[in-house]
């Protein structure tokens, strides 16, 4: 087996050492419930208080401000349907945009059929909205909007501080999913001005299974589970206090590591210079304002659900669109937004880059990559009679 080169870090990330071992306690002799009060259990509590401090300083939040979930999907949910459903007095429309993750989107399935109104932002080709875009969308009865940070598919970095001063003098609440953007560009909620943003553990080095949201002081959201009191009332169910500190260290790990973005976008963009010389190749989304890790191809006559697999045999792990939408199969809603049709989508490829990969791991995709491509392309009928044509 060659050494794995893994170059899908939108789909999840490895753990680090350091996260790892800020959780192993929690594991061992540091089992007490915060909630108890004898000594182990007001040790937890503490634990708690203290990542959640460091959380909400290396966002630029109060830590009150800061509330923990178990995955960036039950942020995305809690905070919509939170707010939609504290503020329906004053309205019920809502607006997001064509391109979120499913977490979002399907958040806003559930609240049409309670009667909330959506609209959904159209992006344009290189997947980017302007705020006159945005702002147009705001009418008399909008309570929330909600739109994301960065696009998990292809990579593009929306102005969101503008769209959170236009909310705010509209007195829309204004609600960004950051997941993408946390741990790659700089996230600070008070220079953003937004009033909740979720982010997950599991892409930014920490495990699975633990997230944040921050919901801004004086922002009306529901409770979403009832329970013990935890979370000041708002989340019940004793803490994850383990993974609460490895969300803590992940971040700023993360944060502290950003300067380490120009290389991994330099890694990005000779992978994208030599994959366009491929025929029949092009670059998804905006190549300025974009993610530094992410690029997505499509490639033309072939399926992009074969490229992994033979990807996967060299080696290199790497994903269609989303890893959501490679169990559905269905072409990417994002590609879609962004004017692909849909057999152009099904030959996509997105590459995503972290801290792990290095320069070696770009010459191995560039070696392996382009034989498979054309392996492909010769077992496809249409190919073939292009390729004819052309001679
Ligand atoms: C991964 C992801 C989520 C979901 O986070 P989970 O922790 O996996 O639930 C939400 N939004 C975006 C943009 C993501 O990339």
Redesign the pocket.
Known sequence: MPPLIYADN???TNVRPEVLEEMLPYFGPEYGNPSSLYSIGRKASLAIADARERIARTLGAKPNEIYFT???????NWAIKGAAHANASKGKHIITTVY??H??LHTMDSLKKEGFEITYLKVDSEGLISPEEFEAAIRPDTILAAV?Y???EIGTILPIKEFAAIAKAHKVLFFT?A??AVGNIPVNVSELGVDML?L????IHAP??I?ALYVRTGVRLGTLIDGGGQERGRRGGTENVAYIRGLAKALELAVAELDDMPRVAALRDRLAREIVKIPYSRINGSMTHRLPGNLNVSFEFIEGESLILLLDMAGICASTG?ACSTASLEPSHVLLSIGLPAEKAHGSLRLTLSHGNTEQDVDTILEKLPPIVQRLRDMSPLYEEIAHKKS
Not at 200 to 203: I, L, R, T, V
């Open positions: 939108a789909a999840t178990s995955c960036g999907s039950e942020s995305d979120e993750h977490a979002v994301m960065a696009n998990n999913d997941v993408q979720s997950s553990g599991h892409k699975k299974g997230g989303s």
